[in-house]
């Protein structure tokens, strides 16, 4: 019994060198180099080396993002959708619902107050709801924060005198300018929130199939941006800085 598990393992594991040698890419010398594998199993989307839960921060957020919790992400969403529904197909206005939540807030402890004296003779203490100011602080912080990132990312991409980075991000901001045409913000936000819950628990489950996928896209797009470096950036005259400055 334990030669033949022996054997059948030896079996799996050379089908499973096979198949990763035929989809690696061909060397000159026709010989197999198994430092490509390991640098490839190694190697993860835009060179991660955590795991997804570390990329996502780790702790509470990422465990709603990942569905750690099926009960807790699937309620977010679902606030989230209910949200966007009273907004959008509901044409509920922000002022209103916050109208109607206050007077049924005001007529819940007008009832309650009233009632408790009549039952019990004496007055009762209502309960009050108030927000601690270190909740606003610290959601103005975090949009503060977040802002002055994309904008230092945006300025650090416009100064570094890369092209290729310069293209993709006038690409990014023209795709958003199109999205927006289409819909109004708070849907803009609502696909965000929905693919922020549904897609990095997709890639988890499906992480190998996805890398080679992009890493694929990527390859055909590298291929052509040097078809046209080759055949029109590199064509364009560079002036001398050093001459003129000289001059």
């Known amino acids: 019994m334990s030669e033949r598990s022996e054997s059948a393992t030896e079996k799996i594991m050379s089908s499973i060198i096979d198949t990763i040698a035929d989809n690696l890419p061909k060397q000159k010398s026709g010989q197999f180099d198994p430092g490509a594998v390991s640098d490839k199993m190694k190697n993860k989307l835009f060179g991660r080396q955590k795991t997804l839960h570390g990329a996502l921060g780790g702790g509470k957020p990422a465990d709603v993002l990942l569905w750690r919790n099926k009960k807790i992400s699937s309620s977010v ?32 402890q007008f009832v309650w107050s009233n009632f408790s004296n009549m039952l019990s003779g004496s007055p009762s203490q209502v309960p009050r709801v108030e927000l601690p100011d270190e909740l606003f602080v610290n959601i103005a912080v975090a949009i503060g924060a977040q ?34 045409s289409w819909c109004n913000f708070l849907t803009v936000i609502y696909i965000g929130f929905v693919c922020a819950h549904t897609l990095p628990v997709l890639y988890e489950k499906y992480e190998d199939q996805v890398d080679d996928f992009l890493y694929g896209l990527l390859g055909l797009l590298r291929d052509q941006y040097q078809k046209l470096d080759q055949g029109v950036l590199s064509k364009i005259p560079k002036g001398n800085l050093k001459a003129k400055k000289s001059e």
């Not at 966007?84 to 197909?89: A, D, I, K, L, T």
């Not at 044409?91 to 807030?105: M, P």
């Open 77 to 108: 969403l679902a606030l989230a959708t209910a949200i966007w529904v009273f907004f959008e197909w509901l044409d509920y206005h922000f002022l209103t619902i916050v109208s109607f939540a206050l007077v049924l807030g005001m007529v819940a």
């Open 147 to 180: 802002v002055n990132k994309f904008l230092s990312f945006l300025q650090d991409v416009s100064c570094e005198r890369n092209l290729k980075h310069f293209a993709v991000a006038i690409i990014g901001l023209w795709a958003a300018a199109v999205i927006g």
